[in-house]
Every structure is written in C-alpha cells, then in structure tokens.
T-cell receptor, first 113, second 114 residues
Framework: AQSVTQLDSQVPVFEEAPVELRCNYSSSVSVYLFWYVQYPNQGLQLLLKYLSGSTLVESINGFEAEFNKSQTSFHLRKPSVHISDTAEYFCAVKGTGRRALTFGSGTRLQVQP | KAGVTQTPRYLIKTRGQQVTLSCSPISGHRSVSWYQQTPGQGLQFLFEYFSETQRNKGNFPGRFSGRQFSNSRSEMNVSTLELGDSALYLC?????????????FGQGTRLTVV
C-alpha cells in the first residue's frame, strides 16, 4: 500500500518570497514521485518528476523538488513566487509494479501582492 | 500535438440516471486512466485501460465501468447516479502502461448530480 501526505492545505505567501510545499509518502516498494499543478477549472499539469538518478529535480518555471529517501519526502520549493503561481499543487506517488497514481490531498498556494 | 480531450466539459444529471463520459488520449498513447476528484475525497483512481483491456481498478462500486476502443479512445459510464457522484472526472493518457511513463491529464468533465 502507498499513501501521500501533504502537510499544509493552504500556504499564503507574498509575491517574490520563497515557498516550500511539503510532501511525505509511505510505500512498501520503491516509488516514482510527481508534483502536479491544477489551475481553477483545469486538469492537472505535470510540474516535475523523480524517476531515478539525481535526487534534485527542476521544472522549467523555477520550481524544484528533492527526493529524500531516508525522510520519505519530496518537498517542492521555489525561491521567488509570482502571482501566476497561485494554484493547487498535488504530490503523487507511483510504486514500482503499480500503475495508478496515489495523490495527496493538495496544497493551495495563494500568492499575494 | 493535441492534448487529452474530454467531452463534455460540464454535465448535469438527475439521480438515478446514467452518464457516459468520453476521453480521447494524445495521439499514439495507448494507456488511459480515469480519476475522480471531489472536495472531500480528493483524487481517487478509478481504472486504467491499455490496449482495450482493463489493467487496474480502484475501489469503486460496480456502477462505475469503462471501456477502451481500438483507437485508444475511452469511455466511462456511471449507472444509477447518486448525489455523491458529483465530481470532476479526469482522464489521463500515457504512452505505455509501465509505471515510469508520464501521465498527461485532460481538463476534466464536471458532473453535477441533482
């Protein structure tokens, strides 16, 4: 079995400030990890993923996440947020040998001017 | 390349009715998965199809069913609708069925049951 915990349901932050969205997972097998973003009335867009190799992964719009196996975490960070980053962010895990994604409950990032 | 297309975008149905939702995957993608998103339960996996065969199923009652056609398009059906079936239904397509393959999501169909 696998599960994902996103510790914060909402994160308010001022524009140009740094942000960290926390994600912890639990799994009995090795995992692949993903962060998805959802804008209002939209589907999910893949932000970044960890499959293997370097534990630090980056997206094209400045987000990064680090896979920490010992702490079973995959926190998402951005050094300076923009108003346009306001959205809901979902952490997801897919266990090796599993085909379905298991999602966390989501974190709503609210960037204020 | 066109993305994942879900139709319709919005749907209102009455309790007891049935509904069919459609998903056209990205061209060349053979795996289609369905997820239900609600404020209370979050995102939950419904089922996955690959090459017209259901490969994996989530923990949903038998009222929820699906199928995949030879062109990889998929439909999901919900019979005897209940108020609790109101949700955003998301379809995701992948190139293959392996666990490493990236899932691309459509914009979803928002179903309201009244």
């Amino acid at each position: 079995a696998q599960s994902v915990t996103q510790l914060d349901s909402q994160v308010p932050v001022f524009e140009e400030a740094p942000v960290e969205l926390r994600c912890n997972y639990s799994s009995s097998v090795s995992v692949y990890l993903f962060w998805y973003v959802q804008y209002p009335n939209q589907g999910l867009q893949l932000l970044l993923k960890y499959l293997s190799g370097s534990t630090l992964v980056e997206s094209i719009n400045g987000f990064e996440a680090e896979f920490n196996k010992s702490q079973t975490s995959f926190h998402l960070r951005k050094p300076s947020v923009h108003i346009s980053d306001t959205a809901e962010y979902f952490c997801a895990v897919k266990g090796t040998g599993r085909r379905a994604l298991t999602f966390g409950s989501g974190t709503r990032l609210q960037v204020q001017p | 390349k066109a993305g994942v297309t879900q139709t319709p975008r919005y749907l209102i149905k009455t309790r007891g009715q049935q509904v069919t939702l459609s998903c056209s995957p990205i061209s060349g993608h053979r795996s289609v998965s369905w997820y239900q998103q609600t404020p209370g339960q979050g995102l939950q996996f419904l089922f996955e199809y690959f090459s017209e065969t259901q490969r994996n199923k989530g923990n949903f009652p038998g009222r929820f069913s699906g199928r995949q056609f030879s062109n990889s398009r998929s439909e999901m059906n919900v019979s005897t609708l209940e108020l609790g079936d109101s949700a955003l239904y998301l379809c995701a397509s992948s190139l293959a069925a392996g666990e490493e393959t990236e899932a691309f999501f459509g914009q979803g169909t928002r179903l309201t049951v009244v």
